[in-house]
């Protein structure tokens, strides 16, 4: 492996590195949530009557970087005291962490997450038991410890999936399916093929639901500055149903997207699992990649690059292979392990996307790699756009060709240098 490390560092294609101006996309006036600990309380006020004196009710927290995750997790622990009951924390975020007890209290950890600063205890385990079988056979796995418990409030943010589009996606009924389904769980249910998950999530979870234990939901959307936008209460009916359904929609609607339908280069400073279950949201670049599932009719990009893994990725770089051209230093960072476990647990929605894309020398060269990918003969010609992850399309820095009066220019012109990964010049 040194030997490999040492021929890359060599790899610096020749080339001017583009020019850019950091501009900012107006989006007018979002809905915004303030207070997401005090809306949060507010929502949960209907389950009153579904928590017992001294229940122990499990509360899911997941692996993705939710804006007021820690906000919405200790308004609920909160109110749960309050109520009577003895809640605690259960890690559910199906293989993410290495499909490691221990690797998934430190992705917790690394979200903010703590006993400390949850108030709670911290329970986690990758045994499940299996709570009956879907229409075709498939088994549904569940996390033993909620198993156990006299109740489960679901907690997670609704958005479009990366993988799949139906009544149901990423939400409520994808952590009590797949996030409680533990390594087993989400191995079993992603080995049907990405084009049956998404009726495989739903039925799956409404077989938790059915189980009895889950009293409700704590659904979260964020707005296009990945702000919070709304807290809202789903019934345990309302649970891969009409209700979370209505809600996806509502979250499509809020959803950020870069504001070109072209490109020819995109520069990603950020991914990771604490941005989107493929590292970068697909939604966002336009590429799926999966057998089976039409791809994205815009944003078509010629060639991406990706300069850095977040930390609170842990190492797991699932998604990569969505790139082009990376820097030495992110591969340096990755832990193959981590990211082939999750990989291979996703099937046919995983192992694609993390293929290694080309790797050179540094930051720039990846970019001068990229530009020659595009087919423009002249640099002057090249539509490049900069974004710090695909939480945040709307702030770029984009080349001349894309400068556009709808934008609001923050800065002078300049090149993209060697600190493209490090989010300083942001």
Not at 99 to 117: D, F, I, K, N, W
Not at 130 to 144: E, F, I, K, Q, R
Not at 264 to 280: A, C, I, P, Q
Request: net charge negative.
């Amino acid at each position: 492996m040194s030997d490999f490390f040492e021929a890359v560092r060599g790899l610096r294609p020749e080339g001017p590195v583009p020019l850019v101006t950091p501009v900012r996309v107006p989006l007018g006036e979002l809905p915004v949530e303030r207070d997401p600990y005090g809306a949060a309380r507010a929502a949960l006020g209907p389950l009153s009557s579904a928590v017992a004196p001294g229940a122990r009710i499990a509360v899911t927290a997941g692996s993705r970087g939710i804006r007021d995750l820690t906000l919405v997790l200790r308004a609920a622990v909160d109110w749960l005291r309050e109520a009577g009951a003895s809640p605690f924390i259960v890690p559910a975020m199906g293989s993410h962490g290495g499909a490691t007890a221990e690797g998934q209290r430190e992705m917790l950890a690394g979200l903010g997450v703590t006993p400390e600063s949850m108030g709670c205890p911290i329970e986690a385990t990758m045994e499940t038991v299996v709570l009956g079988t879907l229409s075709d056979g498939t088994p549904v796995h569940h996390d033993a410890i909620a198993a156990k418990a006299d109740g489960v409030l679901l907690v997670n943010r609704i958005k479009p999936h990366t993988d799949f589009h139906g009544p149901v996606e990423s939400g409520l009924a994808k952590i009590a399916a797949i996030g409680l389904g533990n390594h087993r769980g989400a191995a079993t249910l992603h080995a049907g093929g990405i084009p049956l998950l998404g009726s495989a999530i739903g039925e799956a979870a409404r077989m938790v639901v059915a189980h009895g234990k889950v009293i409700g939901g704590l659904a979260i959307l964020e707005n296009a500055r990945d702000q919070t936008a709304f807290v809202s209460l789903v019934m345990p009916s309302g649970i891969a149903a009409e209700a979370e359904t209505a809600l996806l929609g509502e979250a499509s609607g809020l959803l950020g997207r870069l504001p070109f339908d072209a490109l020819d280069v995109l520069v990603v400073d950020e991914m990771g699992k604490d941005k989107s279950g493929t590292g970068m949201d697909t939604n966002v670049i336009g590429r799926c990649w999966v057998h089976g599932i039409p791809e994205f009719e815009s944003p078509s990009i010629a060639a991406i690059t990706v300069h850095r893994l977040s930390e609170a990725s842990h190492g797991n770089a699932s998604g990569l292979g969505l790139a082009d051209v990376i820097p030495l230093r992110l591969l340096a960072s990755v832990d193959l392990h981590a990211s082939y476990v999750n990989a291979l647990t996703s099937g046919a929605g995983g192992a694609r996307r993390s293929r290694l894309p080309m790797v050179l020398a540094d930051d720039a060269a990846a970019i001068v790699a990229a530009a020659a990918m595009s087919g423009r003969r002249d640099l002057a010609d090249l539509r490049l756009a900069r974004i710090r992850d695909t939480l945040n399309p709307h702030e770029l820095m984009v080349t001349r060709p894309l400068l556009s009066l709808d934008f609001e220019v923050l800065g002078p012109e300049r090149p993209i240098t060697n600190d493209v990964g490090d989010l300083e010049d942001w």
